[in-house]
């Protein structure tokens, strides 16, 4: 049992009982091990180990643990790990691991520790496997689709520009094709310019966060909705200030949102309102869109909010909620829909602040 709270960060191990149960019932795979000959002995492993190698623990006890998990052309690597591990230095890698079903990949930590004169270790695998591959499939996925689609649209576009240019104005046939072909094709150019802002926003890291006046983007996306849609009626109650953590794709999520509300509202004068409310700590800005259009339609709600599963039939109509709901999420904030005292739709931007 270990008191010195020094050498624990705060900790007082006095159940050992206890950390065993935590580690037996925790999903990562974890192995004890000792140095035999260089090589990271098994001293145990607990039940994630079991079900995630695929290796029954009377198999790998007191077996070198890389004659399991290691593919023979990883080994040059797995023994540069395993002799940091025995200088006494942590690892963090991500590595691909032999399982009884298969490579895999996952996060490994190696981390050591004194016992007696030796240096014996842990080692701690998160299994990736499905994450790096969606990850890699969406990357691919998105650079062909981004390059074929918008080239493709580009074709598409410019022979059709050709085709009503070479018509009557008041040919049926050029009313029959800008109503019936050029609306499609300004969707997908549409749904393509989301996709390339979307891969923008999920690429940033956390360092590209900032401080950003949250005012002066709504100050200016209200000046923008009120040319573009001079027959809508734009209110905008807002504060000197706003300071936000986020990034200067903000802006685009926000006219997102404002081109939103006038775009599915059918009235002839649709009613926008912009406002920004604080919590008593200061410690959350929401930025509120609100409209006097139809409701966002219940399914899509749930699916972009994260209450109900994607499926065939319930998932969101386009791209650009989820490009406000990821772009948000990016800075630790998130998307809340409501209903507006106009009759129609909140939707609230909860944003932290830079205090």
Known sequence: MFDDTSRTGGWQITDVEGFVHLIEHIQDAIVAFKFVDGQPTVRAVNEAFVSNFGYDRERVLEQSLNRFVVPEWLLAEAAELDQRTES?????????????????????????????????????????????????????????????????????????????????????LKTHIEETIQSPVDNLRTLTDEAT????????????????????????????????????????????????????????????????????????????????????????????????????????????????????????????LWLVKWTVETYGGNVYFEESDLGGNRIRLRLRTTE
Request: glycine share 6%.
């Open 88 to 172: 006494g230095e942590i690892n963090y890698r991500q590595v691909q691991r032999r399982t009884a079903d298969g490579l895999r990949d996952f996060l490994y930590r190696g981390i050591p520790y004194e016992y007696g004169d030796e240096i014996d270790g842990f080692a701690i695998y998160t299994d990736l496997t499905d994450i790096v591959r969606k990850e890699r499939q969406l990357k691919v996925l998105h650079r062909i689709l981004r390059h074929n689609l918008r080239n493709e649209l580009m074709r598409i576009t410019g022979y059709l520009n050709d085709l009503i240019a070479g018509l009557d104005d008041e040919s049926e």
């Open 197 to 320: 802002q979307i891969n923008r926003v999920l690429s940033a890291s956390q360092d590209d966060l900032t401080e950003v006046d949250a005012v002066a983007i709504l100050q200016d996306s209200v000046k923008r909705l009120r040319r573009q849609f001079p027959g809508a009626t734009v209110e905008a109650d807002l504060q000197s200030t706003a300071p936000v953590v986020a990034t200067t794709e903000l802006r685009t999520a926000v006219d997102n949102v404002l081109e939103n509300a006038v775009e599915h509202n059918p009235a002839d004068a649709p009613r926008v309102a912009v406002s920004i409310e604080s919590d008593e700590a200061d410690e959350w800005i929401d930025i509120l869109v609100e409209d006097d259009g139809p409701l966002i339609p219940e399914d899509e709600r749930e699916v972009v909010s994260g209450r109900a599963e994607i499926t065939p039939r319930k998932h969101a109509s386009g791209l650009g």
